[in-house]
């Protein structure tokens, strides 16, 4: 897991720990020295921890204009143990909703497991994003099986093309393009 680096390629757009709005602004890493630990699996030090013992994050991406964050996860989403819908809800989506974010794209090919609790977090980030929308692209089957069967694609748009998306052979106003054309089209049906 220590080769899982959060995606960097598009860090000439937006730098996390350089925007002053991001809640892992000034945070300092050290490429040498493997600090953060999934289990007993040392991850790669870049992933930025927001409290969860099992799930860690990068902001990737933000286009405060368009009111959009894309954001990457790697480990074990767990609400019933560690509630880390709780602790991502209050230490980063609120965050960046007073910065007029409404839009997330959540990138969950990284994310290994999901242990359902209660949907009380999402629909409140939910309810946040009233002209928005959350999008999960490219979790894993039995990951977004385990969200389906919880009922959490009431608040959460998943499924089809956004389970499959090459997200990272383009610029990233290519892919908030994409995903809301997605949305655009389920709405209209």
């Not at 992933?47 to 894309?70: H, M, N, P, R």
């Not at 990284?110 to 949907?119: G, I, K, Q, S, T």
């Not at 009380?120 to 002209?131: H, K, M, S």
Request: hydrophobic content about 35%; some cysteine; overall charge negative.
């Amino acid at each position: 897991m220590e080769d899982i680096e959060p995606f960097y390629n598009w860090r000439d757009y937006y730098i996390t720990e350089e925007d002053e709005h991001s809640p892992f602004f000034g945070q300092k890493y050290n490429e040498f020295y493997y600090d953060k630990s999934i289990y007993n699996y040392l991850i790669h030090p870049q992933w930025d921890d927001f409290g969860s013992e099992t799930l860690y994050i990068k902001i990737i991406y933000v286009d405060y204009d368009k009111g959009v964050a894309i954001l990457e996860f790697l480990g074990e989403w767990n609400d019933c143990i560690t509630n880390d819908i709780g602790l991502l809800k209050r230490g980063v989506i609120d965050v960046l909703k007073l910065q007029g974010i409404i839009k997330y794209i959540l990138i969950g090919e990284n994310v290994l497991n999901f242990h359902y609790d209660a949907d009380d977090y999402y629909q409140e980030w939910f309810e946040d994003v009233e002209n928005g929308w959350i999008a999960a692209i490219n979790f894993q089957d039995h990951v977004r099986s385990e969200l389906i069967h919880n009922h959490l694609d009431y608040y959460i748009i998943m499924g089809g093309e956004l389970d499959d998306m090459d997200w990272r052979t383009y610029k990233p106003e290519i892919i908030i393009e994409k995903v809301e054309n997605v949305i655009q089209k389920r709405l209209n049906l």
